[in-house]
């Protein structure tokens, strides 16, 4: 089993920036996938952001805003979030798939954008 833990939520006022971590007790560099989800409050969980291998993919969204990356040697994933706005509040979710080991999620971090 991998444990996924979250941190770097809080509460930023709109045009604010935030950068979210995700440490994984397991590697991520053998993890097919490893992404950033989130749900907002009276919404179903969505997808924010997901990196396979080289390749990234982001929310409509959140493009051009937001940027997943990953620290291998730190077993690590990050979502900078820039120029947050208030739609943007939620909890996120950090996601690692590794195919037939499993797939698990963090407890989530809480993300709010207000004045």
């Known amino acids: 089993q991998v444990q996924l833990v979250e941190s770097g939520g809080g509460l930023v006022q709109p045009g604010g920036s935030l950068r979210l971590s995700c440490a994984a007790s397991g590697s991520i560099g053998s993890a097919n996938a490893m992404g950033w989800y989130r749900r907002a409050p009276g919404r179903q969980r969505e997808l924010v952001a997901v990196i396979t291998g080289g390749s990234t993919n982001y929310a409509d969204s959140v493009k051009g805003r937001f940027t997943i990356s990953r620290d291998n040697a730190k077993n690590t994933v990050y979502l900078q979030m820039n120029s947050l706005k208030p739609e943007d509040t939620a909890v996120y979710y950090c996601?690692?798939?590794?195919?037939?080991?499993?797939?698990?999620w963090g407890q989530g971090t809480q993300v709010t954008v207000s004045s």
């Open positions: 996601y690692g798939n590794w195919g037939i080991f499993g797939a698990w």
